[in-house]
């Protein structure tokens, strides 16, 4: 049992990593439906929602990068939730709804969280397309612009921005991150294109329309995936618009990354107990949902059972014996790692490996939390300018 575990576990990882992104890359090569969404003449009214706790060191100038947009500010409205800060966010949330008519201000005493803020605040929207952003990702000027083209297809429901990342540093994690990021945006990308099936936005900005929204369960800890599958169960498209681009300042802390990663695994798992039967429609659909996402959350149960199988198994023969001899480069890395920063030496590509094995083990642990229970959707911002 434990040899098909093991080899189960290898095809998984295999297929998922490697196989379904260039699976991917050869459909969208072959498909003559590659959508594209020029800007148009006419601009449709945005209501922005930022949900904020403990943002002053960046939301103002995530408010001037919307602001200084090139999207008619008479088009634009913006809620602020401000989610009982103990810093100056409600005082600069304020300063602007005083220079900015349409700038409203909500500020909630007692701790809610973001599900419970955008529960609060999309209804108080105004307008038929919402656009969804936190408060460290900042606007260009064009990407309200090209956000917001994709909607004139009345079959799209979500449109995602694109992330690019700045602030970069050799010296912790963010360089893999953010590699591992643009890798998702291509997945992301060809799975709109192709199939409408974009599966989940990234939370930093994305725009949807109104009439989609159904409350967010407000135990549930990832609130983008559940909007963004909401939309494809009413038989919308979800799509990436690769012209939007936002920006955004990476984590580079390992330690706060984790735990950002064991958040958002247990929440993967709250949405995958809500959308499961979508992997039974056997369509386009199930394909991504099940190969992009749902592999790659139970494959660190695999990577266990593959572990194991290896350690019994390495002096049988020399195909064990090499995964064996890469099970034990795991551990050394980490202890390499940190030796040599110790010496002010940053192994950059080291952290690639690091950086894998960390977040399969954030996923693992995201499991037995979602097993555990979750009762509460309130966590802590990701500590900004790293």
């Not at 009345?154 to 590699?179: F, Q, W």
């Not at 949807?208 to 990832?222: A, D, G, N, Q, T």
């Not at 592999?295 to 199988?309: D, E, G, Y």
Request: proline letters at 4%.
């Amino acid at each position: 049992m434990l040899q098909v575990l093991f080899f189960v576990g290898l095809i998984f990882l295999l297929y998922s990593y490697i196989l379904y992104p260039f699976l991917l890359k050869y459909l969208l090569q072959k498909s003559p439906n590659k959508e594209a969404y020029p800007l148009q003449q006419q601009f449709p009214p945005l209501s922005i929602i930022i949900a904020a706790h403990n943002e002053e060191k960046v939301l103002r100038e995530k408010l001037d990068s919307i602001l200084q947009s090139a999207y008619p500010q008479e088009l634009i409205e913006i809620l602020i939730g401000i989610d009982a800060s103990s810093d100056l966010s409600a005082l600069i949330a304020e300063e602007y709804q005083s220079k900015f008519a349409a700038c409203l201000v909500f500020e909630f005493k007692e701790r809610q969280g973001k599900i419970k803020i955008v529960n609060a605040l999309v209804p108080k929207a105004q307008h038929a397309l919402i656009v969804l952003t936190d408060a460290n990702v900042l606007f260009t000027e064009q990407t309200l612009m090209h956000l917001q083209a994709p909607f004139v297809d009345p079959k799209i429901g979500l449109v995602d921005s694109t992330m690019k990342h700045y602030g970069l540093k050799n010296t912790g994690i963010s360089m893999p991150e953010s590699t591992y990021i643009a890798g998702e945006v291509l997945l992301k990308e060809a799975e709109g294109k192709l199939w409408g099936a974009m599966m989940g936005p990234f939370g930093g900005c994305f725009a949807f329309r109104k009439r989609c929204f159904e409350p967010i369960p407000e135990h549930f800890l990832v609130d983008d995936f559940y909007i963004n599958m909401i939309c494809i169960e009413k038989g919308l498209r979800c799509v990436t618009q690769t012209e939007a681009i936002v920006l955004e300042d990476v984590s580079n802390d390992l330690s706060i990354e984790f735990k950002r990663k064991i958040r958002i695994s247990s929440g993967n798992f709250q949405n995958l107990r809500r959308f499961w039967p979508l992997l039974f429609k056997f369509n386009w659909v199930s394909f991504a949902f099940f190969s992009h996402k749902v592999l790659r959350w139970i494959l660190p149960v695999f990577l266990v059972f593959m572990t194991l199988q290896i350690i019994q198994k390495q002096e049988s023969s020399w195909f064990y014996q090499v995964l064996y001899f890469i099970l034990l480069l795991i551990p050394i890395s980490f202890v390499v790692d940190y030796l040599a920063r110790r010496q002010g030496t940053h192994l950059v590509w080291l952290r690639y490996i690091i950086h894998f094995v960390s977040m399969n083990i954030a996923l693992l642990i995201g499991l037995f939390r979602f097993f555990g229970g979750i009762r509460s959707s309130v966590w802590q911002p990701t500590k900004r300018h790293q």
